[in-house]
């Protein structure tokens, strides 16, 4: 090519060419159009943007850092442990104050334990025995406390008896107080402070209002009327989980403290506060006793004057609360904005093509419409060079088109 | 319809249809629409793939395992507790070495509690009394340790008094050594083991460096300078937190060590490393006292040789460290990759979109334009059909024109 | 303008303008267009929609409740413990079952410690000592058990000795049994009852099936056979994450239990399942022995008659077992799933720009082509407005065409 033809590839890089539209002056597809056009604005406006936010960038990796705190005390007047007084270094297990927590609120006691032989409890099926036989030495009782003597251990006169084990002994007893020992617990109070960051945004924010007195935050209970009061009320907690909290205390359950923070960091700071709600997380309606409520077994470890160790062994029940907490952080961001927007442009280009379907097919005079909207050319008709070919009718060739 | 329409229907599948467009030479439009188009590709090539890599699959969803190990021993001498050495069994709360520890640094001790009646602590409001009559039998105090056995106990000569309880007695006196007990738990070392897993991309890995040998592992201490050594000082986390060690050890508080796993699974895995950074998790600048600090309460249980149980009350002061792993990792994925690149395309149509406005509307010859652009049909017309209708004076009709 | 020009413009917004086509009857480039055309759709519909179901929103961030509980009983022969038997209490630290959980199965056991002096272990390098000038007083031992006292203990006629240290005494010895205490963990069971609870779509679930009756679910042991049962052999967790036992057991080690949830809300709940695996978390492969294995110190502590405090220390080695829950979601949601046609849309449109540059440059009749597609209009040539300007000849203008 030559230096005048460069000039010209040069100079025509930079002719504007525009798309060429034919008007159909079609009132019936134009209204239709202006609907699908209207339709798809409001879907991206109203619905995509104001709706789902549609032009912010989400972070839902939060990072969060629980610190829970009990106050309250019980008093309990049982035949076994005479009166006594329970405290938060009694009942909250572990004592930490980490986001899960657990309040004994039943208890079954089985005080000076020592490693000895004793019979195994009556209730264990793999431990009932008819003679020395049935105890074969050295296996362990299946779901049982201990490790088979090979003995069979019968009161008098009875056929049936139980094997003698090696364990902890005496053995526990199944039985725990129909009533819970400390179903006081209702009124005891738990503080949780949450702390949380989103990463992406590099946001923190704490549930206790910066701006509260402390005599307000002393005495305040969450509520719906005090949303914002971090100081929850046990019962509270375990009715709005929509539970019996006595019936729990004596069963022993867990209960989830679900703290959302959803936050538009568009706008200010202070709209983003944690909401709070509250499920029950164990499956209650369940009829088998394997997997319903919640305990679990710990012993306190003495030393005798002679050296030998003992244990009060404790079969806890009581209510497990985990603080779990999930948010979403949203902040306007170019990117999701514009794929969004494309995502409307395309779908005008979708109604703009189920138009054209209506006006070259569905209308009586579509024949007349195809003939203006596509122009054939055939590189062998010579004639056609000086005049399109335009006419209106070419039904079959222009039914193909998608 | 005949067969030689079915078969003309069948070929002209295979037309091709191209959209038919005006060139307008026009270079001012031309110019704007080409800087319109580089912009976008600038964005779409620079920001959405460079910058955001928009080409890849994200995963921030981590499993990760931490196992934490402290080392260090203190030593105090006060005139409570005499000269003792505190070793990691004695200061790290639970000691299990899972991603939150607490590491105890301040103390009050309440030895040789047990189940008796004493008087409540005189810093209990609701403990104060004139007459016995203030204390109502069996009423727990709000915020205290016990429940009242409808006594007021005086001081010789004093009007005012506090009412008696049924607790762990004495309770506890509430003031705390200023100066942190174990102060120079400053020097402690903690070896954070991390390991993490991204499950959509199955790729794990660990903080700790394969290649390392056992002697750098031994000695390295975190730092600017070895920024993959898993060993940190406890004083320089707080430090690097903005925080003060000696104040935090009085008072308590929450750390925050946050470990980032950024990763480019396009790049080798060697190039995924983790990220360290600290921050503190409790609001210390809030003045209220409620919401300051971190501490628990918990006891020792022992019996006596009457098998009386009586226990050593400690409310522990000291520093929580919350090891919070997150992580993203991104590696190329062919659909976030077209969702980018056809947004951009889509881009480019909104952009032909607005130099059409310009064409049409804003320059002189728009008119002229228009009437190139747009070809009025009216199937009445018939005289149209050998010619189609250009004028160039149109402007309220196109106006129109969305 | 004029009311007559006003109602032009209002009825010209319902004119309906649709894009000129040119038909080129060329079969290839129309075959090679239908051809991008299906692959576009058989991607979108098959990659995008089936595979990976891009018609849905989808949810990661779920709430999880994981309760674990212990079953099993070990016996164990030492010459330093006598006959002992271990149960869960003994074992399973912490006790109350969460979703990580430690089992203890070897360990070192220093009894009868008190704060008194008595020599550092041989062992630690830093400890050793010709002289009493050698063992700085108050200095701690580095990563030792105490503080030096200042003097250097020898043995009769050795010329090394290590430092007198105050500490809890006697310090630990170095040596643990080979052979793992409680090998027979091995068949002890774990029962892991696992909630969770997707926040965007309201959903929530268990893995234990509620229609199970009772005496499967205290029977049935998880294996391949029974995907859904939740009980699992400890012994089988270790297999399965490709690890031995009894050596993990020795050296101690960390499991990791992931439970994947991959929902597909569009179907029967009852399709929602749990998915198991296991993995070693802690790598065993490393020769450094400051990053293999799992161990923690803690301690029982006691009182003597005398009120002075003594303690066994304990050094556990054992079994951590992380239960790491992480799950997906996905419902039908127009959002995406417009998001996705619209892109498939957008890529249609460059299939069809790239089928223009086969057409427009690349067939032997190109040119007529380009001269087809592309009207020429200029303002200045005012006998173009009566028919425009086609001409067959005008390559370099056009091969500027983006």
């Not at 907690?237 to 703290?259: C, D, K």
């Not at 203006?372 to 062998?380: A, D, F, N």
Request: charged residues 25%; contains cysteine; glycine residues 8%.
């Amino acid at each position: 090519m030559g230096q005048v033809a460069w000039k010209a590839l040069f100079l025509s890089l930079f002719d504007y060419k525009t798309e060429k539209y034919v008007i159909a002056k079609n009132k019936k597809v134009g209204v239709l159009y202006r609907v699908v056009q209207l339709s798809i604005l409001a879907y991206l406006v109203g619905w995509v943007f104001v709706v789902k936010k549609g032009y912010q960038d989400t972070d839902t990796s939060l990072q969060s850092s629980v610190i829970t705190k009990l106050k309250g005390v019980a008093f309990t007047n049982t035949s076994e442990l005479g009166e006594r007084i329970w405290d938060v270094a009694d009942y909250v297990i572990p004592p930490q104050g980490e986001s899960v927590f657990f309040v004994m609120t039943n208890l079954i006691v089985t005080p000076n334990q020592r490693q000895a032989t004793c019979p195994e409890s009556a209730n264990i099926p793999d431990a009932l025995c008819d003679k020395d036989m049935d105890c074969l030495e050295g296996e362990a009782v299946v779901a049982g406390n201990g490790v088979k003597t090979g003995r069979c251990l019968k009161d008098k006169g009875s056929t049936r008896g139980t094997c003698e084990i090696l364990a902890w002994c005496p053995v526990e007893k199944r039985s725990k107080p129909k009533k819970p020992l400390l179903g006081s617990a209702e009124n005891f109070t738990v503080y949780i402070k949450n702390s949380i960051r989103f990463p992406k945004f590099k946001f923190s924010k704490m549930n206790v209002l910066a701006t509260d007195n402390e005599s307000y935050l002393k005495t305040c209970r969450y509520s719906q009327e005090h949303p914002y009061c971090p100081i929850f009320v046990l019962g509270n907690i375990v009715r709005w989980a929509g539970a019996n909290f006595q019936e729990m205390a004596s069963e022993g359950g867990v209960i989830g403290i679900q703290i959302e923070w959803n936050c538009d960091l568009d706008k200010a700071p202070s709209e983003c506060n944690p909401h709070y709600s509250f499920s029950r997380l164990d499956n209650k309606s369940a009829e088998n006793s394997i997997s319903s409520g919640y305990n679990f077994r710990f012993a306190k470890y003495y030393r005798d004057a002679e050296g030998v160790d003992y244990r009060t062994l404790i079969k806890a029940y009581g209510i497990r609360f985990d603080v779990m907490v999930n948010g979403k952080a949203g902040k306007f961001n170019i990117i999701p904005t514009i794929i969004n927007i494309s995502s409307g442009l395309a779908l005008m280009g979708a109604g703009a093509f189920f138009c054209d379907l209506v006006l070259l097919y569905l209308i009586k005079k579509s024949n007349f419409y195809r003939g203006k909207k596509y122009e054939e050319v055939k590189s062998s008709s010579r004639k056609s060079l000086s005049s399109p070919t335009l006419n209106g009718n070419q039904s079959p060739e222009q039914l193909s088109r998608l």
